[in-house]
């Protein structure tokens, strides 16, 4: 398994999905490299599963918020002729406030399908109990 780290902003509020009763939210990442009239951006699609996608973390998933992504990478050929990134997320870690310097605002995520009950909050799903939600908390 090939596995990709990486850092940027998301580049929109992350949506909620229901595929085959698993819970899965997408969203895209900008990631920065070069510099002056060298810089460029590449965007990631990024894909978190399962119950990680059922907490309170896509509340914070909105455009603008720093995070660090890991996962599997692989590559989508849509029918534009178009390569895109796409990463099947292991791990997701809110690094730092906005780039405009508010903290993130919890929000509901918005939602293409209607969601299935999760069979409500648990230690599983208390994205509270995270040190590094506790810390980014602090921060802001």
Same mark, same amino acid.
């Given at each position: 398994?090939?596995?990709?780290?990486?850092?940027?902003?998301?580049?929109?509020? $992350?949506?909620?999905?229901?595929?085959?009763?698993?819970?899965?939210?997408?969203?895209?990442?900008?990631?920065?490299?070069?510099?002056?009239?060298?810089?460029?951006?590449?965007?990631?699609? $990024?894909?978190?599963?399962?119950?990680?996608?059922?907490?309170?973390?896509?509340?914070?998933?909105?455009?603008?918020?720093?995070?660090?992504?890991?996962?599997?990478?692989?590559?989508?050929?849509?029918?534009?002729?178009?390569?895109?990134?796409?990463?099947? $997320?292991?791990?997701?870690?809110?690094?730092?406030?906005?780039?405009?310097?508010?903290?993130?605002?919890?929000?509901?995520?918005?939602?293409?399908?209607?969601?299935?009950?999760?069979?409500?909050?648990?230690?599983?799903?208390?994205?509270?109990?995270?040190?590094?939600?506790?810390?980014?908390?602090?921060?802001?």
């Amino acid at each position: 398994m090939n596995v990709l780290t990486a850092t940027g902003n998301l580049g929109q509020d $992350c949506k909620t999905n229901t595929v085959s009763g698993t819970a899965v939210v997408n969203f895209s990442v900008a990631m920065k490299s070069g510099f002056g009239d060298k810089e460029q951006t590449v965007w990631l699609d $990024c894909a978190l599963w399962g119950k990680a996608a059922e907490g309170k973390l896509p509340g914070y998933l909105v455009k603008g918020q720093a995070v660090a992504v890991s996962g599997e990478l692989s590559t989508f050929e849509a029918d534009n002729g178009k390569t895109y990134l796409k990463l099947r $997320c292991n791990n997701v870690d809110l690094i730092g406030k906005k780039e405009d310097g508010q903290a993130p605002q919890q929000r509901q995520p918005a939602q293409t399908q209607p969601q299935q009950a999760t069979g409500g909050p648990g230690p599983e799903n208390d994205f509270d109990n995270v040190p590094f939600a506790k810390l980014n908390a602090l921060l802001a």
